[in-house]
Each structure stands twice: as structure tokens, then as C-alpha cells.
């Protein structure tokens, strides 16, 4: 017999009420240790609240059990056009036991205290651009959820690219995670020595272990501000498309099945997956230049004056204060083995939009050499 009311006698009589059609009268009164004289004693004074119970069930059941009373009195004006006043509604949801079950944040204090004196400054200051690979690292540990199971990840991606150097999940978030981390990124891409590595104030990247291994290799520690998730944005935006591509679409039981699909997803990721990059002003200028000489072999300073001029007519003094252009977004994609290079618009500037030609070898060289094919 399911929420059996320990409760007042009115309650047990509703409860009866409810379930009259589905179990004996008697046997219910037995159970309820209420006799039937009660019952019927107290069924012939009509509950006041009873009918406005069976609307806010309803809607309450609609919400799957998650609706607080402020949301049922939305639902009670949007389905049935009843206008209840919300300190009633909570009223008699806690009078018949109608209440949203929340899983609370634990308030138990983390045994790993990050050690103040190993927070270190924060040295990108929200720059998260690079011309080359191992210079910048940001890193993060992020949490997993399936079936009721908890798991922990931890990565490295480089910030030149976007794309992952290491990774590693465990059922514990503890230092040993990060610690395997940063050293298989260090074994894989071995020249580290004047790396930043960008974190937040975790206590993990606070620990002495963290910190010697970094100091030992030659790699600059930078940490986000406390409270500024933005400070460490490119990690975090990774964390979110990992869980929205591999997490969210796909059932998963074991944490065995989700290692072999994150897996899958990284080789997919650091290879095929289409990225956003962000280039200066300054790239695109010599991106430019550079595929005039790559025609004409002469005269690319007048070719890109004359096309910034059909294209975007921007005075000179805007291309010498490059520092104060924002960054422009670039998408780079394959198509039949062409090159395409696309730059949003950005205000009322459209920068550029040329198809690239089909010399796949001799241009792939060209760009990488621009730092601009990743």
C-alpha cells in the first residue's frame, strides 16, 4: 500500500478516501489503526482542502515530483486558470505530504584543503590564444554521472589547437587523477620547459606534489581567480561538449562502457572534428598577403591595401592598432580535400571570404607555416 500516513486521523481518512476503489475498507482501517467507525465518522465532515488537493496532485504528478509550491501555483493559473495564494498551496502540500525530494549538496568538509600558500597568479587573463603547441595548457577535473554513479575526468588540452594532450577517469577525485594526468601529457609531449599550465585554485593544483612536478619540468603554473569559471573557460566549455556528445546522447550502465566512448570521442575530436579557431588581425593580414605571393610572387602589400578596401573599407590606423581589434573567429573545414576559410562577421566589418585553391600540398606547407592550419 503505497505512502502510508503516519499522521492525523483527517489524513489517514483521505488516504482511505484515495484508495477505497483498490483495497478493502477493512483491511485499510487494520493497517491505519483506525477503526471504521472513525472513518466513517470523520469522512461525513468534508476536508475544506480536499478538492484543491486533487488539483495541485495533478499538477505536482505533470512535474514528476520536482515542482515546488511556486511552480505549482504557475501550473495551477496555466492549466485550470485557479489563482491560489502560494503560502496555501504550501499549506496543503505539506499537509498531505507533497513534497519535491532534492538531492542536497553535502555540507561534510572536503578533507583536501587546497594549500593557500601554492596559489599562484593568474597569468592569461583571459587570453587563451597562442602561435604554437606546448606553450599554453589549461586543465580541469570535472565530474560524471550515469545510473546513479559517479566518476571523475580529468584533462589537458593545449591551447593553440584545442586539443586534448591527456586525460585520465577514476572514481576518486584525488590528487593521484591530476597527478597521472600532468605526467602522461609530459611523457607525450616531452619539451615542456617554459609551459604555462592553466588551472583553477583546485585543491589538487594547490598540492605540493603538483607543484614540484611542474618546477621539476620547467612548466610556469597559472591559476583562474577564485569564484571565475570564466578565468578558465576553454577547459570547462571542452568539459561541456564532452558531456553533451558522449554523456547526455548515450545510455550508459558502466563506467567501463564510458571509457571506451570517451575514448572513441577524443580520437574524434583531436582528428576530425571540426573546431573553432580564433586569429588575429595580424594573421589575417599576412593570410592574405601570403596567398597573393603564392599567385604572383610580388606586390602582396598593394593586393591586401586594395582588398581590405573592397572588402571591409577600413582605414590604415585600424590595422596598425591590432592590439585593440578583437579577436575574429575561423573555421577551418575539408571538403573534397579544399580548403575553405571563413571569417564571421564581426560589427560591420566582413573580413574575408575566398575559396582556397586546390594545390593542397604546396598551400598546406604555406598556412602551416602562418600558424594557421592546426
Not at 466513517?40 to 512535474?63: G, H, M, Q, T, V
Not at 575530436?269 to 596567398?291: D, F, Q
Request: charged share 30%; hydrophobic share 30%; glycine share 4%.
Amino acid at each position: 500500500m503505497p505512502g502510508l500516513p503516519q499522521g492525523t486521523t483527517r489524513e489517514k481518512v483521505t488516504f482511505i478516501n484515495l484508495y477505497r476503489d483498490n483495497y478493502k475498507l477493512y483491511n485499510m482501517c487494520a493497517v491505519l489503526e483506525i477503526s471504521p467507525k472513525t472513518y466513517y465518522k470523520y469522512r461525513n465532515k468534508e476536508d475544506p482542502d480536499y478538492y484543491d488537493y486533487l488539483i495541485i496532485k495533478e499538477i505536482f504528478d505533470d512535474s514528476k515530483g520536482t515542482y515546488g509550491y511556486r511552480r505549482i501555483v504557475e501550473g495551477l493559473k496555466i492549466k485550470y486558470g485557479v489563482v491560489m495564494n502560494g503560502k496555501k498551496v504550501l499549506r496543503i502540500m505539506k499537509k498531505y505530504n507533497i513534497m519535491a525530494e532534492y538531492i542536497r549538496k553535502s555540507k561534510k568538509k572536503n578533507k583536501n584543503e587546497r594549500i593557500e600558500d601554492n596559489v599562484k597568479p593568474n597569468l592569461l587573463n583571459r587570453n587563451f590564444t597562442t602561435d604554437a603547441p606546448n606553450k599554453v595548457w589549461d586543465t580541469d577535473v570535472t565530474y560524471l554521472i550515469f545510473k546513479g554513479s559517479r566518476a571523475y575526468l580529468s584533462a589537458i588540452i593545449d591551447l593553440y589547437d584545442r586539443k586534448v594532450v591527456a586525460y585520465k577517469i577514476s572514481k576518486r577525485n584525488d590528487n593521484k587523477l591530476v597527478i597521472d594526468t600532468l605526467n602522461e601529457a609530459i611523457s607525450k609531449r616531452k619539451d615542456v620547459h617554459g609551459l604555462i599550465l592553466h588551472s583553477d585554485q583546485g585543491f589538487q593544483y594547490t598540492s605540493y606534489e603538483y607543484k614540484a612536478i611542474c618546477e621539476s619540468n620547467g612548466i610556469t603554473i597559472s591559476m583562474a581567480r577564485k569564484g571565475n569559471p570564466i578565468d578558465d573557460s576553454p577547459i570547462e566549455s571542452w568539459h561541456s561538449l564532452l558531456k553533451k556528445e558522449t554523456l547526455y546522447n548515450n545510455d550508459i550502465t558502466y563506467l567501463k562502457e564510458y571509457i571506451i566512448l570517451v575514448e572513441e570521442w577524443i580520437e574524434f575530436y583531436n582528428t576530425t572534428r571540426i573546431k573553432e579557431y580564433k586569429v588575429t588581425i595580424y594573421y589575417l593580414e599576412n593570410l592574405a598577403c601570403a596567398i597573393y605571393e603564392f599567385e604572383n610572387e610580388n606586390g602582396a602589400e598593394e593586393y591586401f591595401k586594395q582588398w581590405s578596401e573592397e572588402y571591409n573599407e577600413v582605414s590604415e590606423s585600424k590595422y596598425e592598432e591590432i592590439s585593440n581589434i578583437k579577436y575574429k573567429k575561423c573555421e577551418q573545414d575539408v571538403i573534397s580535400n579544399e580548403y575553405y576559410c571563413i571569417i564571421i562577421k564581426r560589427e560591420n566589418l566582413v573580413l574575408f571570404a575566398n575559396e582556397f585553391w586546390k594545390r593542397k600540398d604546396k598551400l598546406e606547407n604555406l598556412l602551416k607555416e602562418l600558424n594557421y592550419l592546426r
